[in-house]
């Protein structure tokens, strides 16, 4: 990973994030905002999106910022750092939420009309393709995936799902953890 080049704001987001684990965990949504800012639009922090090699460099320097921390009474090291990035991550999506890179569907509450819901104003919102690939495309993978493991797929079934694998893989989702 030393071959990629981290911004310079990105890692000063980084170094005060990890300073601040010894007495505030507010630095977090900063790091993680900065960090989706920088992510090219990649849902990194998403299950099943690989992250881009940026965030998979810049998440091996949070951990090494974390482990050397030396706290007043003597301890050394964050004692869990992957709970730290699961809450970067909780923070990124939420961003991604409040910017728009991830659109949330709004369902209908339960006795409503859809009459009633048309003229209250609410806007239906769209998901992003993105999310929307990986949901869509992704099942349908999945499902291909099982089929095959049966033997069950026709040879242009198999062509289809090795396609399904490309699109999916063209948005940075590991296959591998698509179960």
């Known amino acids: ?20 684990e010894q ?4 630095a977090r949504v900063a790091y993680a905002r900065a960090l989706v800012d920088n992510s090219g639009g990649v ?11 940026l965030i998979e460099a810049e998440k091996e320097e949070y951990y090494k910022g ?9 301890r050394v090291g964050y004692s869990n750092p992957s709970n730290a990035w699961r809450k970067v ?12 890179l991830i659109v949330v569907e709004k369902k209908p ?3 409503k009309t859809e009459a009633d819901s048309a003229s ?23 499902a291909g995936r099982r089929l095959e493991k049966e033997g069950a797929l026709t040879a242009k079934e198999q062509q289809c799902l090795a396609h399904l694998g490309s699109a999916l893989a063209a948005l940075g989702i590991d296959l591998s ?3």
């Not at 890692?11 to 990890?18: K, N, T």
């Not at 974390?66 to 003597?74: M, N």
């Not at 209250?120 to 999945?142: C, I, P, Q, Y």
């Open 120 to 142: 209250s104003g609410n806007a239906r919102h769209t998901r992003s393709f993105s999310l929307r690939v990986l949901e869509e495309v992704g099942g349908a993978f999945k």
């Open 43 to 53: 849902l990194w922090f998403t299950d099943g999106v690989k992250m881009p090699p």
């Open 89 to 100: 991550k909780e923070y990124a999506l939420a961003y991604a939420t409040e910017i728009g």
């Open 23 to 26: 007495t505030n965990y507010g």
């Open 177 to 179: 953890t698509l179960k």
């Open 109 to 111: 509450e339960a006795n």
């Open 66 to 74: 974390l482990k050397a921390l030396k706290y007043p009474d003597g």
């Open 1 to 20: 990973m030393s071959n990629i080049t981290i911004p310079a704001d990105l890692i000063a987001a980084r170094q005060v994030a990890v300073e601040s």
